[in-house]
């Protein structure tokens, strides 16, 4: 279990994993073989399960992105969880509570692309139904 220390180095790594141990310890106000000693613990406890590298685009700008809900029949999920698996615009799929049982995270050049993307899910047997919204901009992303 991550105590203070750690958490506040994690949160550093999440903002740059290449991030020196010395640089870390002098913003933590701790010594470089403390942070050096805390990141291995971590990664050997699972806490820290590796790294990775978070591509630019350089048409970012031209992206369009949508989050969809999807309420689908609970006996059908992982099949319809394969299924989503074949679509390159969808990035991310989160298993959720409440009225809907899947978020879908979906980007596309063109909200064409995904007003043809939304269809398709929709058609897929064991979907009941979709609640699409469009994102406007990104608050916070870490």
Do not use: W
């Not at 050049?109 to 043809?116: A, S």
């Not at 064991?126 to 406007?136: C, E, I, M």
């Amino acid at each position: 279990m991550p105590d203070d220390l750690d958490r506040r180095i994690l949160a550093l790594l999440r903002s740059d994993a290449r991030l020196p141990t010395a640089k870390i310890a002098a913003q933590l106000g701790v010594a470089r073989t403390t942070v050096h000693a805390r990141i291995t613990k971590m990664e050997r406890e699972g806490t820290i399960a590796g790294y990775s590298v978070v591509l630019g685009d350089a048409n970012s700008e031209n992206i369009v992105q949508v989050v969809i809900l999807l309420e689908v029949q609970q006996k059908e999920t992982a099949r319809i969880i394969k299924r989503l698996e074949g679509y390159p615009e969808i990035r991310l799929c989160l298993s959720i509570n409440g009225e809907f049982d899947l978020l879908l995270s979906a980007e596309a050049p063109r909200i064409e692309d995904l007003d043809v993307l939304v269809d398709e899910l929709g058609a897929i047997p064991g979907v009941l139904r979709t609640n699409t919204s469009v994102v406007f901009g990104r608050r916070i992303d870490r």
